[in-house]
């Protein structure tokens, strides 16, 4: 049991420890990319900060550390990594390519760096260059770029003036100079400016010295800059490299994602020509194009691409979890460059094999807490994010618990307690601090999870149960909470009935100057007193709080003579005792002595250490620790232990043995240690050391030294030229090279970024302690590469003129051994007798190589390259050499696009020509009419000289560049054209030696213009209310400028005064081109319209002729008033009140209303009477009405042209008036001492009744009468009903009279008629019911109620019609009443009820009236759209003899096809049919509960797809034909399909193609005649449509007129080769004789033209034979975008290309007037359907157009 003794004690052990460690975290982090050049070396700077101070360390992305490689790789303390170069020590040394991370970490943790790419390069990739793209001048603008390799990406780029920092500006007034993406943009420039040097510097290197041209006639080479990179939020610069802008403004446009183009805006701002974006951000990056002058002008395309650099974000951060707990880390990477991201996970600086991008961790546990790092990298960039687990444990917390308690045995106790915390606590139970002894029967324990009011979701609740079974179960119960973080307990008593007892106490073992509290584990109830005695009998003294418990014993700092036994006695207030004796026992623990180690310890010699004991019992054990680990093996260290100290010898000392040493001794209650330090002095060693070395000149080199030694030893270095005067080398130890070109690293290593000439000579390290000292001699050779001598621009341009003498001249110094080489354009030089090359020696190792041509010609021009290399190195020397010579002819001259008054002309420029000019010559070819018609048009073209030539002379600034036409193209533009001309033109070069030919004449045709001139002579006439009538004549002709496809006509309503043509809304028709009239219908009557008519063609919409107006006449209104509205004004009237009908439907003036009202709650059997009344104004009272009575209210507008329809009706009540007498009484004998009273209600109630009072007196009295109230009889809802009162405990044989009044809330009626009884014993049968007229709905049910009275019972029967009726159905006994089931309206008839008793007679009759059923409502279309109908569902007026309607339902179906019926509730006003389908009819009734009403016929809005008007749908050049499918529109309902079939020059296909793009037909012949037929379909049907193209015509020829019919259909081919197989070779003569007649006749279909049909405009094209399509290819199946296909070959072996493309429309394409859909009239809409599905050329029926004119077609 002794391993529960310590439960006993409360020991509080309470150690503070603040803390202020801090993670790690950089402040300099190397880059995401090194790159190491062969000779150059390269560097890294890494620093962390932290608390403690991080150690940093480079490692490889598996974890492991980098490692110094002396001369090579060095890894600094400070965290720099330095690498010398590659090729500078041996030649087999190097380096591959490595992925590094720096590491920081501290005892708060570690954290990775981004990873570092460490890239070995060649040095040439280094090696850049500043070019100059624009000329320079004084006063203007230049651009230099600095051209780079590849491989460097993007880097941050310097610049240089004359070798100093150029300032740059920023776009402010006084900047000039701006850099941005490589480019640097040079404003007002100075001659200062234009006599400097400029280079740019990129990684620490900078480029040869660029010096300024001014020469147009030198920029000859093509300069290609298609796209700028750059970082997010720099400065961007996109220059436009145009050869000879001067003088030119030049505009910049940005390509939307739509692909169209709009002028910059508030992007940026043009410098110079140059665009200048500020601040580049990922909405910045498009193409963008520069132009000069107008935006008509050949623009230069540039693409600006803009990358966001690599982030990584990991969320969440930080992440709490408990112990146990899950959850995910996300990780989420945004920019990049667009290359693959690879993914990992790091857990303080150590890899997790997790690559997704999320990461689930759980159930954790205190070690998975710390940092996790998200590590991202690409081919160029890479990034890291890091989020801390944070382990939130809580300590329990007790949150219920139980009290002390009292009981008895054979009772059960449960005691409860529950907790809180993370991870979840685990609950113990323990009586008198010691676990529960296993006893089922006695004790039990149920734990788990739930919600506890005051904790929190997922409180831990334990419950014990305990059975009494004898006293002893009683004592002290607890229960201990405990998880990772703590625990807490909580202990109250159960006390048991029965004599006191103490349970065994087992000694107690306690350490020395502790606190001890025991509480007696006792039993018993009740208990008087507990006390503790020490071993003499004296009474421990304990100092209780209030709320300690009794047998308490607290012993402070417990001493050895605290130690000995205590007994508890325990008395109970019976006076019962018991005792029990504990031992404590009280422990010291060790305490040993402090030590040292001599200070004077050499390698070589021993020493030793003794750890002795002060104080402790025992056993002790002695242990030793060298650096807080135990002592290695390897070191050879003797340790002896004794019973009171401890020996540690050390023999053979070593510099090893240093370090801190310490002794550890422990017992059973405690431990204690002590630390001394041992240093071993030891002289300086060499840990390694440079060699002889031999670098180039340029090459960065480690001249590693290091030593070791104790104590450390400094390094020093020395220098001498000659072995023997040394002086000491004074780098600094910067990141820097200082004055002398070098810096020594914190290893001593000396680093020479740069070798130069004059770091050679002989080299010592020094490496001295305190008594010590080493050195180290070696020699550094430096070798210099050759070098050339070059001009400010690192090359030379020479110009020579054709046949004369060119030399090229090449210096280069350096080294000996020198070797030249030289090529021409990347080609071994090879003169091949026209020339020679000398080279000779000019001392020192230099050398001149020069090259003398004698007779220098076109072939000798080209790039020279002169290659100078030894063993150290090499370099070039670039010259350009150019020979003058009569220019070429202009090649590959082509029409690059043209437009209607201008084109633009592009050709190649010829190399090694100059051209200082170009002559370009043009003329229309309009054929003079004074010339003979047999003239050949080439005769026409043979003379240059007419006055129609015209002559452009064309200067090098005034030349075109676009970047569209590939390298060497030069362009120009031809203005002043006229459009729809064709024109002839040819091109000569020019320079100071002479001039080329002309080229052949290229012809081409400009394109249509808008028409310029506006329609003539229009006249507006108002033919009818709601038409119009227009006529006009064409424009000029010579302002057509094309052929007139049509007109479009304009309306809109205009107020006097206002509605001008721009601000006022209106609509538009069409005509086609022979037409010149139309009417405009479905307008507004009464109403001003402003007309406008404009021609149209192919190329745009004409010029809107002036407005012209008129007013059309009036009509009835064809709305009704609204906002109708109704009050009462008293009992008998009402106030109605209304708005005019809207504008559009008043149709004129409003003259005076109508006021039409109808009592709405009227007798059904009575015919409904209508009641109007005339009406001036808006407003009117209604009189002489019915008191609380419902009136149907409507209201009707009338103009001079008629009236119009009744508004929506409006119910509305009066105000209620005191009641009617009651309409019967009746007064009847039931016993001797009762009487029943019966009553009908007031037939004019006049409100709501509310109650009658019951007035009965007694005739043989002089008394008043009894008054009582009754309550009113009603059947259903404001349906009142006869009453009957039974009066009892009257006088026998006494005479009483009764009468009754009815009342309501506006007071108490007139009294009804009074009736007199007198009470029997012998009363004769009577019947207390009321026969009356009794009203059923056919189909329903009716009951007649007959209550009889009388002594005896009288007997009762039925007649119908005077004839006895039986109970048999429909008729059914129904107690008192007999109740009809099933009305027809046969049962109409008298029904009378008998009742008879020995002592008299009595009868009732009704009269039953059936009405029939309610009428339907009617039905009218309120709106129409694509999937849905809103439907006007108006109930039926009132007709006498029919039921009121309970409900409304609408019934529908699909027209064509069939379809079944459905039903919808619906209630009086707009229904919705929704999930309709498109532009189909339906079918519509509606019901309410009776007959069905009228069926409507709806439609849905849209149709068939909508064909392009024409066929400006389709471009064409000579071999290709290129559609845009969005021309086409899916008429309202949805996706369309279409089918594209061709045929023409002998060949024909089919293909289906998508919608919204473009189709190109490829493999077309030039100059020939095609025809398209397009079949397009959706869900509402399908429509076809046949044109016609011609492609143009090759360059230099004219169009040919081919007619292309198609070929057959399959049917008609299976036809003519049965035909043919039948017939003789005279029968197939006949037979293709009968085919080409009906080609020719029986394809042209008839097309209406508005010209014929004034109603309906057509759009056609001009009218040519139509052949038959050809049948659908069985190979049919989906195209995908840039997809080809070729059609049957022909004889020419000529191919059909068809290819899709999703491009956007050309800027030209010009767009049909929009056109209204078909007429919406249902009058029209079926015809209009119908004509869609069988038209040829595209007609219409516009809203406005003659109904029964729709256009009509002869079918296709």
């Known amino acids: 049991m002794r391993g529960f003794a310590i439960p006993w004690i409360l020991v509080t052990l309470a150690s503070v420890q603040a803390t202020s460690d801090k993670r790690p975290h950089f402040l300099v982090e190397p880059p995401s990319r090194i790159l190491w050049p062969a000779t150059r070396g390269a560097h890294a700077a890494c620093r962390a900060t932290g608390h403690p101070t991080p150690d940093v360390h480079w490692v490889t992305v598996e974890g492991q550390l980098l490692t110094t490689l002396p001369g090579l790789r060095h890894v600094l303390s400070d965290g720099r990594l330095v690498l010398g170069a590659r090729r500078s020590l041996d030649a087999g040394s190097g380096g591959a390519s490595a992925m590094l991370r720096c590491r920081a970490a501290n005892r708060a943790g570690a954290t990775l760096s981004r990873p570092v790419l460490l890239q070995p390069v060649e040095d040439n990739v280094l090696a850049h260059t500043a070019r100059q793209l624009t000329p320079a001048r004084v006063g203007g603008s230049v651009v230099i770029r600095c051209e780079m390799s590849p491989q460097l990406g993007l880097v941050e780029i310097s610049w240089l003036q004359d070798g100093l920092p150029l300032t740059?500006?920023?776009?402010?007034?006084?900047?000039?100079?701006?850099?941005?993406?490589?480019?640097?943009?040079?404003?007002?420039?100075?001659?200062?400016?234009?006599?400097?040097?400029?280079?740019?510097?990129?990684?620490?290197?900078?480029?040869?010295?660029?010096?300024?041209?001014?020469?147009?006639?030198?920029?000859?080479?093509?300069?290609?800059?298609?796209?700028?990179?750059?970082?997010?939020?720099?400065?961007?610069?996109?220059?436009?490299?145009?050869?000879?802008?001067?003088?030119?403004?030049?505009?910049?446009?940005?390509?939307?994602?739509?692909?169209?183009?709009?002028?910059?805006?508030?992007?940026?701002?043009?410098?110079?020509?140059?665009?200048?974006?500020?601040?580049?951000?990922?909405?910045?990056?498009?193409?963008?194009?520069?132009?000069?002058?107008?935006?008509?002008?050949?623009?230069?395309?540039?693409?600006?691409?803009?990358?966001?650099?690599?982030?990584?974000?990991?969320?969440?951060?930080?992440?709490?979890?408990?112990?146990?707990?899950?959850?995910?880390?996300?990780?989420?990477?945004?920019?990049?460059?667009?290359?693959?991201?690879?993914?990992?996970?790091?857990?303080?600086?150590?890899?997790?094999?997790?690559?997704?991008?999320?990461?689930?961790?759980?159930?954790?546990?205190?070690?998975?807490?710390?940092?996790?790092?998200?590590?991202?990298?690409?081919?160029?960039?890479?990034?890291?994010?890091?989020?801390?687990?944070?382990?939130?444990?809580?300590?329990?917390?007790?949150?219920?618990?139980?009290?002390?308690?009292?009981?008895?045995?054979?009772?059960?106790?449960?005691?409860?307690?529950?907790?809180?915390?993370?991870?979840?606590?685990?609950?113990?139970?323990?009586?008198?601090?010691?676990?529960?002894?296993?006893?089922?029967?006695?004790?039990?324990?149920?734990?788990?999870?739930?919600?506890?009011?005051?904790?929190?979701?997922?409180?831990?609740?334990?419950?014990?149960?305990?059975?009494?079974?004898?006293?002893?179960?009683?004592?002290?119960?607890?229960?201990?909470?405990?998880?990772?973080?703590?625990?807490?307990?909580?202990?109250?008593?159960?006390?048991?009935?029965?004599?006191?007892?103490?349970?065994?106490?087992?000694?107690?073992?306690?350490?020395?100057?502790?606190?001890?509290?025991?509480?007696?584990?006792?039993?018993?109830?009740?208990?008087?007193?507990?006390?503790?005695?020490?071993?003499?009998?004296?009474?421990?003294?304990?100092?209780?709080?209030?709320?300690?418990?009794?047998?308490?014993?607290?012993?402070?700092?417990?001493?050895?003579?605290?130690?000995?036994?205590?007994?508890?006695?325990?008395?109970?207030?019976?006076?019962?005792?018991?005792?029990?004796?504990?031992?404590?026992?009280?422990?010291?623990?060790?305490?040993?002595?402090?030590?040292?180690?001599?200070?004077?310890?050499?390698?070589?010699?021993?020493?030793?250490?003794?750890?002795?004991?002060?104080?402790?019992?025992?056993?002790?054990?002695?242990?030793?620790?060298?650096?807080?680990?135990?002592?290695?093996?390897?070191?050879?260290?003797?340790?002896?232990?004794?019973?009171?100290?401890?020996?540690?010898?050390?023999?053979?000392?070593?510099?090893?043995?240093?370090?801190?040493?310490?002794?550890?001794?422990s017992n059973e209650f405690g431990a204690v240690s002590h630390t001394a330090s041992l240093n071993v002095k030891e002289s300086p060693m060499w840990v390694w050391r440079a060699q002889n070395t031999s670098v180039s000149a340029g090459a960065s080199i480690l001249l590693p030294c290091s030593a070791k030694g104790q104590p450390a030893p400094r390094v020093s270095w020395e220098y001498s030229l000659d072995g023997e005067n040394w002086r000491h080398v004074l780098f600094g130890q910067s990141e820097t090279n200082d004055a002398e070109g070098g810096s020594i690293l914190s290893d001593g290593t000396v680093w020479l970024k740069a070798a130069a000439p004059e770091h050679e000579g002989w080299y010592r390290c020094v490496a001295r302690a305190q008594h010590a000292s080493i050195h180290h001699t070696f020699y550094l050779d430096v070798r210099e590469p050759p070098k050339l001598n070059r001009g400010g621009s690192g090359g030379e341009t020479r110009w020579v003129v054709r046949g004369s003498t060119a030399r090229l001249l090449c210096v280069v110094s350096g080294e000996p051994e020198i070797h030249v080489h030289w090529t021409h354009d990347s080609r071994p030089l090879a003169l091949h007798g026209a020339g020679d090359i000398e080279t000779r020696d000019t001392g020192n190792g230099g050398k001149i190589s020069e090259i003398t041509i004698t007779h220098a010609g076109p072939e000798h021009a080209g790039e020279y390259r002169c290659l100078a290399r030894n063993l150290y190195g090499n370099d070039e020397l670039v010259y350009r050499l150019y020979v003058k010579e009569r220019p070429n002819i202009p090649e590959e001259v082509r029409i690059s696009e043209v437009w209607s008054r201008r084109a633009r002309v592009t050709w190649r420029i010829a190399r090694g020509a100059l051209v200082s000019h170009y002559s370009l010559q043009y003329r229309a070819l309009n054929r003079d009419l004074t010339v003979s018609l047999d003239t050949p048009l080439t005769g026409l073209l043979e003379n240059w000289d007419s006055p129609e030539v015209l002559n452009l002379t064309l200067a090098n600034s005034d030349l075109l560049h676009v970047s569209s036409e590939g390298l060497g193209r030069a362009g120009a533009s031809v203005s002043g054209l006229s459009p729809d001309t064709r024109y002839a033109l040819r091109l000569a070069a020019f320079n100071d030696v002479g001039a080329s030919a002309y080229t052949s004449p290229l012809h081409f045709t400009t394109r249509e213009e808008a028409p310029g001139g506006a329609p003539r002579e229009i006249t507006v006439r108002a033919l009818r209310a709601r038409e119009l009538h227009i006529t006009w004549q064409p424009p000029p002709r010579e302002s057509w400028h094309g052929t007139l496809l049509g007109y479009t006509i304009r309306w809109w309503v205009s107020e006097e005064g206002k509605g001008t043509l721009n601000d006022s809304p209106g609509s538009e028709s069409g005509a086609s081109a022979d037409a010149t009239s139309t009417t405009l219908r479905g307008l507004k009557a009464a109403t001003r319209y402003g007309v406008t008519v404009r021609a149209y063609n192919a190329a745009g919409t004409g010029p809107v002729s002036p407005p012209h107006y008129r007013h059309t006449l009036e009509s009835p209104p064809t709305g009704g008033p609204e906002g109708l509205s109704c009050k009462s004004s008293g009992p008998t009237s009402l106030r109605a009140a209304w708005r005019p009908p809207a504008v559009d439907a008043r149709g004129g003036i409003i003259t005076h209303y109508t006021l039409q009202f109808t009592r709405y709650d009227a007798d059904p059997l009575l015919p409904t009477q209508d009641a109007y009344l005339r009406v001036q104004g808006e407003e009117a009272t209604i009189s002489r009405l019915t008191p609380y009575a419902e009136y149907e209210i409507r209201v009707r507008a009338h103009n001079a042209a008629g009236d119009g329809p009744l508004s929506a009706?409006?119910?509305?009540?009066?105000?209620?008036?005191?009641?009617?007498?009651?309409?019967?009484?009746?007064?009847?004998?039931?016993?001797?001492?009762?009487?029943?009273?019966?009553?009908?209600?007031?037939?004019?109630?006049?409100?709501?009744?509310?109650?009658?009072?019951?007035?009965?007196?007694?005739?043989?009295?002089?008394?008043?009468?009894?008054?009582?109230?009754?309550?009113?009889?009603?059947?259903?809802?404001?349906?009142?009903?006869?009453?009957?009162?039974?009066?009892?405990?009257?006088?026998?044989?006494?005479?009483?009279?009764?009468?009754?009044?009815?009342?309501?809330?506006?007071?108490?009626?007139?009294?009804?008629?009074?009736?007199?009884?007198?009470?029997?014993?012998?009363?004769?049968?009577?019947?207390?019911?009321?026969?009356?007229?009794?009203?059923?709905?056919?189909?329903?049910?009716?009951?007649?109620?007959?209550?009889?009275?009388?002594?005896?019972?009288?007997?009762?029967?039925?007649?119908?019609?005077?004839?006895?009726?039986?109970?048999?159905?429909?008729?059914?006994?129904?107690?008192?009443?007999?109740?009809?089931?099933?009305?027809?309206?046969?049962?109409?008839?008298?029904?009378?009820?008998?009742?008879e008793n020995p002592h008299g007679s009595d009868s009732a009759t009704w009269r039953v009236v059936v009405l029939r059923p309610p009428a339907p409502p009617a039905l009218a279309l309120l709106e129409a759209r694509s999937r849905e109908l809103e439907l006007d569902m108006r109930p039926a007026p009132r007709a006498p003899g029919h039921a009121l309607p309970k409900s409304y339902s609408l019934h529908w179906r699909l027209a064509a096809p069939e379809g079944e019926w459905r039903i919808l509730a619906a209630s009086p006003g707009p229904v919705t049919l929704p999930n309709l389908r498109c532009g189909s009819a339906y079918r519509a009734y509606g019901s309410a509960g009776g007959p069905p009403g009228t069926e409507i016929a709806v439609r849905t809005t849209g149709g068939p797809p909508v064909a392009p008007p024409d066929s400006r749908w389709i471009r064409v050049n000579s071999t290709h034909a290129r559609f845009d499918t969005s021309s086409w529109t899916d008429g309202g309902c949805g996706p369309v399909a279409l089918k594209l079939e061709w045929a023409g020059s002998g060949v024909a296909g089919a293909r289906d193609v998508p919608v919204g793009g473009e189709v190109i037909l490829g493999g077309l012949t030039s100059g020939s005649r095609y025809r398209v037929a397009a079949r397009a379909s959706n869900e509402a049907g399908w429509t076809r449509e046949v044109y016609e193209f011609t492609t143009t015509p090759a360059e230099g020829g004219y169009a040919e007129e081919v007619d292309a019919p198609f070929p057959a259909t399959a049917g008609e081919l299976a036809l003519l080769l049965a035909l043919c197989a039948a017939l003789s070779l005279a029968a197939l003569t006949i037979l293709a004789i009968l085919l080409r007649r009906k080609r020719s006749d029986g394809g042209v279909p008839r097309v209406t033209t508005s010209a014929e049909k004034p109603t309906c405009g057509t759009y056609r094209a001009p009218p040519h034979q139509t052949p038959k399509l050809p049948p659908d290819p069985p190979d049919v199946y989906e195209i995908s975008p840039y997809a080809t296909f070729a059609g049957p070959a022909a004889s020419d072996s000529r191919a059909y290309t068809l290819q899709l493309r999703a491009l956007a429309r050309h800027d030209d394409d010009a767009a049909p007037p929009a056109r209204p859909p078909c007429c919406d009239e249902e009058t029209c809409v079926d015809a209009c359907d119908v004509q869609r599905r069988r038209r040829r050329r595209r007609h219409y029926c516009p809203d406005h157009g003659n109904y029964n004119g729709c256009s009509q077609d002869s079918g296709s």
């Not at 119910?1211 to 009641?1219: F, G, H, Q």
Request: net charge neutral.
């Open 168 to 665: 740059l500006g920023y776009l402010g007034p006084d900047s000039r100079w701006i850099s941005g993406a490589g480019i640097l943009l040079g404003l007002d420039l100075t001659q200062a400016d234009l006599q400097a040097e400029y280079s740019c510097v990129a990684l620490d290197t900078a480029s040869p010295s660029l010096k300024l041209t001014t020469d147009d006639s030198s920029w000859l080479e093509h300069i290609e800059l298609n796209s700028i990179e750059t970082r997010a939020g720099e400065t961007a610069i996109l220059p436009c490299i145009i050869r000879h802008m001067s003088g030119h403004t030049i505009s910049w446009q940005r390509q939307d994602a739509g692909g169209s183009w709009s002028a910059v805006a508030g992007e940026g701002m043009v410098r110079g020509g140059s665009l200048v974006l500020p601040n580049a951000r990922a909405h910045h990056a498009s193409r963008y194009a520069c132009f000069p002058g107008t935006d008509s002008a050949p623009r230069i395309l540039i693409r600006l691409v803009v990358y966001d650099p690599l982030t990584v974000t990991v969320s969440p951060n930080p992440m709490m979890l408990g112990t146990g707990g899950s959850g995910h880390l996300n990780c989420s990477v945004t920019g990049g460059r667009g290359g693959g991201v690879t993914l990992s996970w790091q857990h303080e600086a150590r890899p997790l094999h997790a690559p997704q991008s999320r990461l689930a961790l759980g159930p954790v546990h205190s070690h998975h807490a710390g940092l996790y790092q998200c590590t991202a990298h690409d081919h160029s960039d890479s990034a890291v994010a890091g989020a801390e687990l944070i382990i939130t444990d809580r300590p329990p917390r007790l949150v219920s618990t139980f009290s002390e308690a009292v009981t008895r045995i054979g009772q059960s106790v449960a005691l409860r307690c529950a907790a809180t915390g993370i991870p979840p606590p685990r609950m113990l139970w323990t009586l008198d601090d010691r676990p529960l002894p296993s006893a089922p029967d006695k004790y039990s324990v149920n734990t788990r999870a739930e919600s506890v009011s005051g904790g929190e979701e997922g409180t831990i609740v334990s419950t014990l149960s305990v059975t009494i079974r004898t006293a002893d179960e009683g004592g002290r119960y607890g229960c201990n909470a405990t998880n990772s973080r703590g625990s807490q307990a909580h202990h109250a008593r159960l006390n048991v009935f029965g004599p006191p007892n103490i349970r065994y106490l087992s000694s107690i073992h306690v350490k020395a100057d502790t606190d001890v509290v025991l509480h007696c584990p006792y039993s018993g109830y009740p208990i008087k007193e507990v006390v503790w005695r020490r071993e003499d009998g004296s009474i421990v003294e304990v100092v209780m709080d209030p709320n300690d418990e009794k047998g308490m014993l607290k012993l402070s700092s417990v001493r050895s003579s605290t130690a000995g036994s205590y007994t508890c006695e325990v008395r109970a207030e019976s006076g019962e005792l018991a005792r029990r004796t504990v031992r404590v026992e009280v422990h010291k623990p060790p305490k040993i002595a402090p030590f040292l180690f001599p200070e004077e310890l050499e390698v070589g010699g021993s020493t030793q250490a003794t750890c002795s004991l002060v104080s402790g019992d025992k056993p002790i054990q002695f242990t030793w620790h060298k650096d807080n680990l135990p002592i290695p093996s390897i070191l050879k260290v003797e340790q002896k232990n004794m019973d009171f100290f401890s020996l540690l010898i050390i023999q053979e000392l070593t510099s090893a043995h240093s370090g801190d040493y310490t002794c550890k001794a």
């Open 1209 to 1395: 009706p409006q119910v509305c009540r009066t105000d209620e008036d005191v009641p009617s007498a009651p309409g019967g009484m009746k007064l009847i004998a039931l016993a001797e001492r009762s009487l029943r009273a019966s009553w009908l209600p007031p037939p004019e109630p006049n409100g709501r009744l509310t109650q009658y009072t019951l007035y009965v007196k007694d005739l043989s009295g002089s008394q008043e009468p009894n008054a009582t109230r009754v309550n009113a009889c009603t059947e259903g809802e404001g349906v009142y009903t006869e009453c009957m009162r039974t009066l009892r405990g009257l006088r026998a044989g006494r005479t009483y009279e009764a009468w009754v009044r009815a009342a309501n809330s506006a007071g108490e009626g007139p009294p009804s008629t009074t009736v007199a009884c007198q009470t029997s014993a012998l009363a004769p049968a009577r019947i207390s019911s009321f026969g009356d007229v009794a009203v059923g709905a056919a189909g329903g049910s009716l009951s007649l109620k007959c209550v009889v009275g009388g002594t005896p019972p009288p007997i009762k029967r039925w007649l119908r019609g005077g004839s006895p009726l039986h109970p048999r159905p429909p008729f059914h006994l129904d107690g008192d009443a007999l109740l009809i089931r099933g009305l027809e309206l046969s049962h109409a008839d008298n029904y009378t009820c008998v009742a």
